[in-house]
C-alpha cells in the first residue's frame, strides 16, 4: 500500500506525534533494560531499540558494579587479594581464587602438597557443581517456568552445606593459602561429600525431566541465539557457551596442567548446534560430570600435609606468570606482574563474563524481546565477573 | 599431623570451656608430645625464610621449549624485524613486538599461528606508584613496592605498554604480545578488523590508561561514566579511598591479647592486617 | 422464588442478588488465589507458604493483603492520562462480574437466566481486552504498552478457540441458556444409561480441552502469559499500578478465573447439577457446593498447568491459536453435527 498522507499538524497534535508516510514507519522504539530488572542477573543495562517486537541494535551498558579490583590489588598483599578475587563471580567463589594461588605459588616455586591440591580441586568442582545447579534453575525461570529455580535452589543447598562444612563460608570461603590450604578437612565430611553427589544426580534427572524435555522449553530455546564457533572465538566467549557451539576445547585437559585434573578421567561435553539449547543441555552434562568427578577424587585423596614450607611473611620473588583456568563460568586467568615486594605490582584479571557479554550486541540483532531474556540467561554471567 | 586429630563438636552450653580445652590440648600437643614434630616446622620456616638460591634468582632466563620455540619462529618468519624481544615467562612464550607492526602481530597470530580465541588486550603502567609511607600521613598500609622502574619478561622502552593474549582452540597453544607505547602520545592499532572481541577490551585499555587505538570505531567509556577524567589505572593516579580516608585498618595495631610481641614493626602491620594467613604461618612455626 | 414466605418485590430479589454477587466476585478470587496461587503453588515449589496470618496454615493472607492494598496511597505516573488510568481496572472487573449474572447455582439461584446465556457471556468476558489495552495505554511506560499490544493480540486470538469449543456444547444441547444447558446435561443420558445423566465432557473431550486452553490464554496465565511476563516486563500492563487499583487488577484476575472455571464447570461437568438429586430444594442448597467443587477441581487444572510450564513466545502463541486451535474447534462443530444429527 504507497498512499502518501499529508500530516495536518494541528489536527492530529492530540494522537501524539503519530506520523503516518509511505510504509508506515513506526519509529523505533528505545527501551531500557535495566540496570534493575528481573531477567539481566545484576545491573547489566541494555540499551535496546525495537522495531516492534523486534530488536534493531543492542548495546549493554556495564559498569554499574565495577569496583575497581586491578587497582585495588596494587595496594594489598598477596593473602589479602584473595579477599578481593574471591568476589568477582561471586556464585563460584572458591574457583576464583585457584588461579591466582596457583600463580603466586609458581612465582615463588612453592607447590602444594597433592593433598591440599586434591581439596583444591574437589572444591572447585564443587563449586562449579553449586554455579550450574542455578542455572539449570533459572534458565526454567528466564523463559517463564516458576518452579525449576526452587528446585535449582533447594538442590545447591545440599553443596552451599558441603562448602560450609570444610571452609566456614558457603560463599566467600577464602579458603586458599598460598602453598595449600587454610585448614583440613572436618570428620565425616568425605562421606557427607558421597551421599550430596548421589543428591545432585537426581537433582540434575529431575530438572533435565522438567525443563529440558519440557516442549515450550525447547521451543523457546531452540535455535535461539545461536553463535558460530568462529565468532565465539573472536570475541572471546568462552567454556559452555564455547563448547556449546561445538568447538572442543577446555582448560582442565587442554591448558597448562594445574590442580590434579592431569590425573582425573573425565569427558568434555560439546553440542553441535550452539543455540540457547545447547547451551544449557552442555552445562547440565557438565553438572553430572562434575559429580563424577568429585566422587573419583574422594576416592583417592592422599594423606598429608595441607600447607607446604612457606616463609612467614610472603615476598614474591619478581616475575611475571600468566595462569588460566576453566572456571564455571568460562576461562578465567590472571596474570600476575611481580616486582619482588608482598604484593603484586600489576595483576591483570581476565574474566569470562567481559568477553560473553561482549558478543551481544552481535548476538542480539533481529530477534525477539523474549528472546532476548533468553539469550541473556543462557549466556550466564555474573556481574560481578563482568564488572569486576 | 592435622589430618589425625579429632575434632570433638563442642556443646553449646559448654562451648567456652570445650574451646579453652581444645586450646590447651593442642598446646600440650605442641609443647609435649610432639616436640620433634614442632621444632621441625621452625626448621622448614627458617629454611623458606632463607634468601633465594642462586638457580631461583636465575629463573627469568628459561629457555623456550619445543611448542615456544615453533611459535617464535612462525612469527619470526611473518614479522621478521617488527619482533624486538622474546622470553619464557613460566611456559608462555612472551613476544614484544615494534609499535607499528601490532596489527600485523594481530594478524599472523590469527593466520599462521592459528589462534582463533582472544583472550584479553590491557594495558601496563611499568611506573612505580608514588611513595605513600611518610607523606601520606604514615599510612603504611600498601605493600612496599621497589622504587626504581623495571620492567617485565621482554623488557620495555617507556613506562606504557599494551599487552594481550590469544590462544589457539585447535592447537592448544598461545602467546602473549607486548608492545611499547609513547608516553607523550599514547597510541597502538586496534585489533578490531581481526578480533571483534577487541571492541571492548580496547575501551576499558583506552579508560584506563588513556592509551588510544587507531581504527577503533568508537572509543568511549566502558566501565566509568562518561563524565569522568583521568585514567585510572595508571600509577599516578592515587586511590581515591585513600586520600579521602586513612585505610580504616590502620587503627587496628594492637596484638591480640595472649599473643606474643612480633619482632619488628612491618611483621606486625603484616599479621595484624593478614586474614589469619600469616597469623596461621605463625602458628604452625 | 415463588414458593418464598416473604412477599418481597422482584426490585429487592435484584437487590440481594446484586449483592451475592459482588461478594461472590472477591471471595471466589480469594479461595482460589490462597488456595492455588499460595499454597498449590508453594507446595509444588517443596515450600510452605503462608503459615502465620490467621493462625491456621496463615488462612487471612489475602484478606490482609486486600486491606493493606485498600489503604495504600494512590499513586499515578505523572505523565499518564489520569481518567483512562483510573478506569481501566473497573473495566475488567465490570466484565467479571458480568459474566457471572449468568451463571446458575442451583435451579432457581440464577441473577438473570438469559436466553442467550452462552453468547452473552462470552461477549461481556472479552471486554476485559478494553480494560487492558486503556491500562497499558494510559501508564505512559514502554513496558506497560509493550505488555498491553501483546494482551490485546493474544486475548483476541484465543477468543475463537473459545467460542468453537462452546458451540459443540450449544450444538449438544440445543440451547444457548447455561441453566437449559445444565438441566439437559441432568436430564439426559449416555448411550440410554441416566444414571449420573450426561455430562458433556464425556462426549465433547475435545472441547473440553480446548476450552480450557482457550480459558488459560484468556486469563493470561502460563504458558501463555506473555502479557505479564514477569521476568521480563515485571507484571506487563500492570506495572505501573499500586494500592487499590492493583487489588482491582488482582480480584479481576482471580475473579475471570473464576468466572470461566465456573463456565467449564457449568458447560461441561454439569454445573450445579448432582446427579442422583432432582430434588429442587435440595438441589437449592447443595448445587452451590457442589458447584464449588467443580469449579474448584477445573481451577486445579488450569493452575497445576501454569506453575509447571514455560511461557511461549508471542508468535508461537498466535500460531497455536490459529494453526493448531482453531482446526481442531471447526472439526469438533463438524463431528458433533454429524453425529448429533445421525443419533
Known amino acids: 500500500m504507497s498512499v502518501d498522507f499529508a500530516v495536518d499538524r494541528q489536527a492530529w497534535r492530540h494522537l501524539a506525534d503519530a506520523q503516518v508516510n509511505v510504509e508506515l514507519d513506526t519509529g523505533d522504539m528505545i527501551l531500557n533494560l535495566g540496570p534493575q530488572h528481573p531477567a539481566t542477573h545484576g545491573t547489566l543495562r541494555l540499551v535496546v531499540r525495537l522495531d ?52 603466586a605459588e609458581l612465582l615463588m616455586g612453592i607447590e ?20 550450574f545447579m542455578l542455572f539449570l534453575g533459572e534458565m526454567g525461570l528466564q523463559v517463564g517456568a516458576l518452579t525449576p529455580p526452587f528446585y535449582g535452589f533447594r538442590d545447591r543447598e545440599h553443596v552451599l552445606n558441603l562448602i560450609e562444612a570444610a571452609t566456614g563460608g558457603r560463599f566467600h570461603p577464602n579458603f586458599n593459602r598460598i602453598g595449600g590450604l587454610k585448614d583440613d578437612l572436618p570428620w565425616g565430611w568425605v562421606n557427607e561429600c558421597r551421599n550430596t553427589m548421589k543428591v545432585v544426580f537426581d537433582a540434575c534427572n529431575i530438572l533435565e525431566e522438567l525443563v529440558a524435555e519440557n516442549e515450550i522449553f525447547g521451543a523457546r530455546t531452540r535455535s535461539i541465539g545461536i553463535i558460530p564457533p568462529e565468532v565465539g572465538t573472536g570475541y572471546g566467549v568462552s567454556g559452555s557457551n564455547l563448547r556449546a557451539s561445538g568447538v572442543d576445547w577446555d582448560l582442565r585437559r587442554d591448558g597448562k596442567p ?67 583456568t576453566e572456571n564455571p563460568l568460562g576461562q578465567m586467568a590472571y596474570y600476575v606482574i611481580s616486582k619482588g615486594a608482598t604484593g603484586p605490582f600489576r595483576v591483570k584479571i581476565r574474566s569470562a563474563s567481559f568477553s560473553n557479554v561482549s558478543i551481544l550486541p552481535w548476538l542480539l540483532r533481529g530477534v525477539y524481546v523474549p528472546d532476548v531474556i533468553t539469550i541473556l540467561g543462557s549466556l550466564y554471567f555474573i556481574l560481578g565477573d563482568i564488572d569486576r | 599431623m592435622a589430618d589425625d586429630l579429632e575434632r570433638e563438636p563442642a556443646a553449646d552450653a559448654a562451648q567456652e570451656d570445650a574451646v579453652a580445652e581444645e586450646v590447651s590440648v593442642e598446646q600440650q600437643l605442641a609443647e609435649t608430645d610432639e616436640p620433634a614434630a614442632a621444632e621441625q616446622a621452625r626448621a622448614d620456616a627458617d629454611e623458606a625464610d632463607a634468601p633465594p638460591t642462586e638457580e631461583q ?23 621478521g624485524d617488527g619482533i624486538v624481544e622474546s622470553a619464557d615467562a613460566f611456559g608462555m612464550l612472551v613476544v614484544r613486538v615494534k609499535p607499528d607492526a601490532w596489527r600485523r602481530a594481530a594478524e599472523v597470530s590469527k593466520r599462521e599461528l592459528e589462534c582463533d580465541y582472544l583472550s584479553f588486550i590491557a594495558g601496563i603502567d611499568w611506573q612505580p606508584a608514588p611513595r605513600e609511607g611518610e607523606e601520606a600521613g604514615g599510612d603504611t598500609s600498601s605493600p612496599v613496592q621497589p622504587t626504581e622502574m623495571t620492567f617485565g619478561v621482554a623488557g620495555s622502552v617507556g613506562r606504557l605498554q599494551v599487552f594481550a593474549h590469544v590462544e589457539s582452540t585447535k ?28 571492541d571492548w577490551h580496547e575501551r576499558e585499555c583506552w579508560e584506563m590508561f588513556g592509551v588510544a587505538f587507531d581504527g577503533h570505531p568508537s572509543l568511549r567509556h566502558l566501565y566509568l561514566p562518561s563524565e569522568f577524567e583521568g585514567h585510572p589505572l595508571r600509577k599516578d593516579y592515587p586511590l581515591l579511598a585513600r586520600v579521602v580516608k586513612p585505610w580504616p585498618g590502620l587503627v587496628d595495631v594492637e596484638p591480640m591479647p595472649g599473643e606474643e610481641q612480633p619482632a619488628d614493626a612491618a611483621a606486625s602491620a603484616e599479621a595484624d592486617k593478614g586474614d589469619g594467613a600469616d597469623a596461621d604461618k605463625e602458628e604452625s612455626s | 422464588m415463588t414458593e418464598l414466605a416473604l412477599d418481597v418485590g422482584w426490585g429487592t430479589i435484584l437487590a440481594i442478588k446484586t449483592v451475592v454477587v459482588l461478594a461472590i466476585i472477591p471471595l471466589g478470587a480469594i479461595i482460589l488465589g490462597y488456595t492455588f496461587l499460595l ?110 499490544l501483546r494482551a490485546a493480540a493474544q486475548l483476541i486470538a484465543y477468543e475463537l478457540p473459545l467460542l468453537l469449543a462452546v458451540v459443540g456444547v450449544v450444538v449438544m444441547a440445543g440451547t444457548m441458556s447455561l441453566q437449559g444447558i445444565v438441566e439437559q446435561q441432568q436430564n439426559g443420558a449416555i448411550f440410554g444409561w441416566d444414571g449420573i445423566g450426561n ?74 447439577a448432582i446427579p442422583f438429586v432432582t430434588d429442587p430444594g435440595w438441589s437449592n442448597v447443595l448445587g452451590p457446593i457442589v458447584l464449588i467443587t467443580k469449579i474448584m477441581l477445573v481451577a486445579f487444572l488450569m493452575f497445576w498447568v501454569r506453575f509447571t510450564y514455560p511461557r511461549l513466545r508471542e508468535d508461537q502463541l498466535q500460531a497455536v491459536a490459529w494453526k493448531f486451535l482453531i482446526p481442531i474447534g471447526l472439526a469438533n462443530i463438524l463431528i458433533t453435527g454429524a453425529l448429533k444429527v445421525a443419533f
Open chain 1, 52 to 103: 516492534g517486537e523486534r530488536v534493531v541494535s543492542a548495546d549493554p551498558v556495564i559498569g554499574y558494579m565495577h569496583r575497581g579490583y586491578e587497582k585495588l590489588t596494587e595496594f594489598r598483599t598477596y593473602p589479602q587479594v584473595t579477599t578481593l578475587i574471591n568476589r568477582i563471580d561471586w556464585l563460584s567463589s572458591f574457583a576464583n581464587e585457584v588461579p591466582f594461588m596457583h600463580g
Open chain 2, 171 to 198: 592447537r592448544r597453544w598461545g602467546v602473549t604480545l607486548k608492545t611499547d607505547v609513547d608516553e607523550r602520545d599514547p597510541r597502538a592499532e586496534s585489533w578490531v578488523t581481526t578480533y571483534p572481541g577487541a
Open chain 3, 39 to 148: 499454597k498449590m503453588m508453594a507446595h509444588m515449589q517443596s515450600r510452605l507458604g503462608p503459615m502465620d496470618p490467621g493462625g491456621f496454615h496463615g488462612w487471612f493472607q489475602l484478606f490482609g493483603d486486600g486491606i493493606k492494598f485498600i489503604q495504600k496511597e494512590d499513586v499515578m505516573p505523572a505523565k499518564s492520562d489520569r481518567r483512562i488510568f483510573a478506569i481501566a481496572p473497573a473495566v475488567v472487573v465490570i466484565s467479571t462480574f458480568l459474566v457471572f449474572l449468568v451463571l446458575p447455582t442451583g435451579p432457581d439461584l440464577v441473577v438473570s437466566d438469559l436466553d442467550v446465556g452462552v453468547f452473552y457471556a462470552l461477549a461481556v468476558s472479552s471486554l476485559s481486552v478494553v480494560g487492558v489495552l486503556m491500562a497499558g495505554w494510559a501508564s505512559a511506560n514502554k513496558f506497560a504498552l509493550l505488555g498491553a
Open chain 1, 258 to 324: 594445574y590442580l590434579v585434573y592431569p590425573e582425573l578421567d573425565f569427558k568434555v561435553w560439546t553440542h553441535p548446534d550452539g543455540d540457547s539449547y545447547a547451551r544449557y543441555w552442555v552445562r547440565l552434562q557438565e553438572t553430572r560430570e562434575a559429580a563424577r568427578m568429585v566422587v573419583q577424587m574422594l576416592d583417592r585423596i592422599p594423606t598429608g600435609p595441607i600447607m607446604a614450607k612457606v616463609p612467614r611473611i610472603i615476598k614474591v620473588p619478581e616475575g611475571e606468570v600468566w595462569v588460566e
Open chain 2, 57 to 79: 634468582a636465575a629463573g627469568e632466563s628459561r629457555p623456550l621449549d619445543e611448542t615456544e620455540q615453533e611459535l617464535l619462529a612462525r612469527l619470526e618468519r611473518e614479522l
Open chain 1, 112 to 131: 602444594a602438597p597433592p593433598r591440599a591440591q586434591y581439596i583444591r580441586t574437589i572444591l572447585t568442582e564443587l563449586s562449579r557443581i553449586a554455579t
Open chain 3, 199 to 272: 455430562p458433556f465432557v464425556f462426549a465433547q473431550i475435545i472441547g473440553f480441552v480446548l476450552f480450557l486452553v482457550a480459558a488459560q490464554a484468556e486469563l493470561t496465565q502460563t504458558p501463555f502469559d506473555m502479557p505479564v511476563a514477569e521476568s521480563e516486563l515485571v507484571a506487563g500492563y500492570m506495572v505501573e499500578y499500586t494500592g487499590f487499583r492493583f487489588l482491582f487488577f488482582f480480584i479481576g484476575e482471580f475473579g475471570t478465573a473464576f468466572a470461566f472455571a465456573a463456565l467449564a464447570a457449568t458447560l461441561f461437568l454439569g454445573g450445579w
